[in-house]
């Protein structure tokens, strides 16, 4: 069996990178007490700035979700209604075609 993955919870992953911003501990101490290797905690990091960035350039976590969530229902109708057609279109005996 393959090695599964260690994981680590988005309070841990804030923790470690906001002592790595303080200056409260360099990457490799950080890696070295927390067990994790200093290229995630250099990925954490960007992921945590560049988020700052884009919440203080004005973009809403929100706005996003309410967008896809729009997409789906509008999604799923389309998908009701080729549903409904294929089940009349198989009790007429008529065949789609696309």
Do not use: C, N
């Not at 997409?71 to 008529?94: H, M, N, P, R, T």
């Amino acid at each position: 069996m393959g090695k599964q993955r260690k994981t680590w919870s988005p309070e841990l992953k804030e923790q470690l990178v906001l002592a790595v911003l303080s200056g409260e501990h360099t990457i490799a101490e950080a890696a070295r007490e927390y067990e994790v290797s200093e290229s995630l905690i250099h990925t954490w990091r960007a992921q945590f700035l560049e988020a700052g960035r884009a919440r203080l350039q004005g973009a809403r976590p929100d706005a996003t979700q309410k967008k896809l969530e729009k997409e789906v229902q509008q999604l799923k109708a389309i998908i009701a209604d080729k549903e409904l057609s294929l089940y009349i279109a198989k009790k007429s005996g008529v065949s789609e075609r696309r």
